[in-house]
């Protein structure tokens, strides 16, 4: 339950930022809280670490220059559910181990990763369309404030995913609420259409 809670919640995270929840989760099997299988210790190697550092430099600042966020966000429908299908799945191989031949774990594992790359690519596709109103209706100005509390929404829920998962969760579900919610406001649905109806 709790590495499920962690693993799901750190794939939410990577809807906001691809790379800083897996930074989070690679430095968690550095320091050993995590212990995945020898399939997924690559992780946690120093040139991953590297790599994932400057990748999430490099996210983060190209975020707020305009055109490159938006290029980021189409890059994002592949790169967030990779990230998040991932980090998902780590917590969970770490507890019950990966390519055994125990098959329920395998399926907890391959479950783990399809629904973490699934919620990662939900939370990314509210989260666009948010960014998408902001560019509407402030010409962009507003977007890189938006991306600063993306910056640190995905940094505080990688770190609660890890120490406090449960109540990571609760925040996640109020998160993905509120940006729900303000998607719809931007985006209400279309009025149903009366106009072949009977009169």
Same mark, same amino acid.
């Given at each position: 339950?709790m590495?499920?809670?962690?693993?799901?919640t750190?794939?939410?995270?990577?809807g906001? =930022?691809?790379?800083l929840?897996? $930074?989070?989760?690679? &430095?968690?099997?550095r320091i %050993?809280?995590?212990?995945?299988? /020898?399939?997924?210790?690559? @992780?946690?190697s120093?040139?991953?670490?590297?790599?994932l550092?400057a990748? /999430?430099?490099l996210?983060?600042?190209?975020?707020? &220059?305009p055109?490159?966020d938006?290029?980021l966000?189409?890059a994002g /429908?592949?790169?967030r559910?990779v990230?998040?299908?991932l980090?998902?799945? *780590?917590?969970?191989?770490s507890i019950? %181990?990966?390519? +055994?031949?125990?098959?329920?774990?395998?399926l907890m594992g391959? +479950?783990?990763?399809?629904?973490?790359?699934?919620?990662?690519?939900?939370?990314?596709i509210?989260r666009a369309? !948010? =960014?998408?109103?902001?560019t509407?209706i402030?010409?962009?100005l507003?977007?890189?404030i938006?991306?600063l @509390?993306?910056?640190?929404?995905?940094?505080a829920?990688? &770190? *609660?995913?890890l $120490?406090?998962?449960l !109540?990571?969760?609760?925040?996640?579900?109020?998160? &993905?609420?509120?940006?729900? =919610?303000?998607?719809a406001g931007?985006f209400?649905?279309?009025?149903?259409?009366?106009?072949?109806?009977m009169?």
């Amino acid at each position: 339950m709790m590495a499920l809670a962690a693993g799901f919640t750190l794939a939410a995270c990577c809807g906001l =930022r691809a790379f800083l929840p897996a $930074l989070a989760a690679a &430095i968690a099997v550095r320091i %050993g809280w995590l212990t995945p299988p /020898v399939e997924m210790a690559w @992780i946690a190697s120093t040139p991953s670490l590297v790599a994932l550092s400057a990748a /999430v430099v490099l996210e983060m600042a190209a975020d707020k &220059i305009p055109l490159l966020d938006h290029a980021l966000d189409t890059a994002g /429908v592949v790169l967030r559910p990779v990230a998040g299908g991932l980090v998902a799945a *780590l917590p969970v191989v770490s507890i019950t %181990g990966w390519l +055994g031949e125990d098959q329920r774990a395998l399926l907890m594992g391959a +479950g783990a990763m399809a629904g973490g790359g699934a919620l990662g690519l939900g939370v990314h596709i509210l989260r666009a369309k !948010v =960014r998408l109103a902001s560019t509407l209706i402030t010409g962009g100005l507003a977007n890189p404030i938006l991306s600063l @509390i993306d910056d640190l929404m995905a940094l505080a829920g990688s &770190i *609660l995913a890890l $120490l406090a998962p449960l !109540v990571a969760v609760l925040l996640l579900a109020a998160g &993905i609420a509120l940006l729900w =919610r303000a998607a719809a406001g931007v985006f209400p649905a279309p009025p149903p259409d009366h106009s072949g109806s009977m009169r």
